[in-house]
């Protein structure tokens, strides 16, 4: 699996709409690709990168604060698949030398990635089939 590095290059809120958009792009490339997630996650994610602190943890703050103290890293969110429109992802996390995968929605993975600044790989089959229709 060849994995591209990506970042999140866009935020689409909107409150008219269940369906909220963030769009990821290739780090050292032109691709681009949308992913259409809830509005809970979106307003995580816009909170995180407008370094916009809730007076309590709200759920990827708190699953940030729980790896931390338990002394787990988060080396970085792979987004490994797209069937059927649904993305796939996993969050790598490592303890003591040893790597562990977890199944991840990409809204939530993402939404924690940005909050632990971990980066976001994509697998070269994904990013070639989500961006071949997106301008």
Same mark, same amino acid.
């Given at each position: 699996?060849?994995?591209?590095?990506?970042?999140?290059?866009?935020?689409?809120?909107?409150?008219?709409?269940?369906?909220?958009?963030?769009?990821?792009?290739? $780090?050292?490339?032109?691709?681009?690709?949308?992913?259409?997630?809830?509005?809970?996650?979106?307003?995580?994610?816009?909170?995180?990168?407008?370094?916009?602190?809730?007076?309590?943890?709200?759920?990827?703050?708190?699953?940030?604060? $729980?790896?931390?103290?338990?002394?787990?890293?988060?080396?970085?969110?792979? $987004?490994?698949?797209?069937?059927?429109?649904?993305?796939?992802?996993?969050?790598?996390?490592?303890?003591?030398?040893?790597? $562990?995968?977890?199944?991840?929605?990409?809204?939530d993975a993402i939404a924690l990635a940005v909050h632990r600044g971990a980066p976001i790989l994509v697998d070269e089959d994904v990013i070639s089939q989500a961006a071949?229709?997106?301008?």
């Amino acid at each position: 699996m060849a994995l591209i590095e990506c970042r999140l290059s866009k935020v689409v809120m909107s409150e008219n709409h269940d369906r909220q958009i963030i769009v990821l792009e290739e $780090v050292e490339g032109d691709r681009k690709f949308p992913i259409i997630i809830g509005f809970l996650e979106v307003f995580a994610i816009h909170r995180f990168i407008n370094d916009e602190k809730p007076p309590r943890p709200l759920t990827h703050e708190l699953v940030g604060n $729980v790896l931390e103290q338990l002394e787990i890293t988060l080396e970085r969110v792979v $987004v490994t698949e797209l069937k059927n429109m649904t993305f796939y992802a996993d969050l790598v996390l490592s303890q003591n030398g040893k790597e $562990v995968h977890i199944d991840s929605r990409p809204s939530d993975a993402i939404a924690l990635a940005v909050h632990r600044g971990a980066p976001i790989l994509v697998d070269e089959d994904v990013i070639s089939q989500a961006a071949q229709d997106f301008d």
